[in-house]
């Protein structure tokens, strides 16, 4: 017969081992070329979206590990502001880049865009991430909408989900 203590001791090596198991499979010991930072928690900085109808997907065949080209499509009578500043997550569970103080961005130009209209930008994330490793990946754009008068409106960012085999 077994004794209480060993019956508890087996139960603790197999939670701890099915913890393991999930953190694994969540990604969490996956190695990645640069430091994560977890999010405070789910809508903090850098990680809110509006119900904007703008929707952004890569554009198939324009995606490597250094970048891709991103369609962005405006449905709306709103025109749209735009400018380089980019951001890329990674894992499911979404994790900013430490880029160590570096800007999130590449080029600081702003664009404008008409109301009703699809655009393409090309990103070279290689500049400031490099080559991406394999992995799951997220790329969030701001955007904000003008007024007919060509003042601010609604700002929100914008996600695309891709994944690097």
């Not at 554009?59 to 991103?70: D, K, N, Y």
């Not at 405006?74 to 997550?89: A, Q």
């Not at 894992?91 to 570096?102: E, V």
């Not at 003008?146 to 929100?156: E, L, N």
Request: charged share 20%; glycine share 10%.
């Amino acid at each position: 017969m077994v004794s209480e203590v060993r019956k508890k001791t087996l139960y603790i090596l197999a939670f701890l081992t099915a913890c393991l198991v999930l953190a694994y499979l969540n990604g969490a010991f996956r190695k990645y070329p640069w430091p994560l930072v977890p999010y405070n928690e789910p809508g903090g900085m850098y990680d809110y979206i509006t119900s904007a109808p703008i929707r952004m997907t890569v554009v198939e065949g324009s995606l490597s590990r250094r970048g891709a080209v991103f369609q962005v499509g405006n449905p709306t009578e709103k025109g749209l502001n735009y400018d380089g500043l980019y951001y890329i997550d990674v894992d499911n569970r979404w994790h900013g880049i430490d880029l160590g103080g570096i800007p999130r961005a590449s080029g600081l130009a702003p664009y404008r865009t008409p109301p009703n209209s699809d655009i393409m930008i090309a990103i070279d994330w290689g500049e400031l991430y490099g080559k991406l490793p394999s992995g799951k990946y997220r790329l969030g754009k701001h955007f904000q909408f003008y007024k007919p008068d060509y003042s601010a409106g609604d700002s929100f960012i914008t996600y695309c989900e891709f994944t690097i085999d």
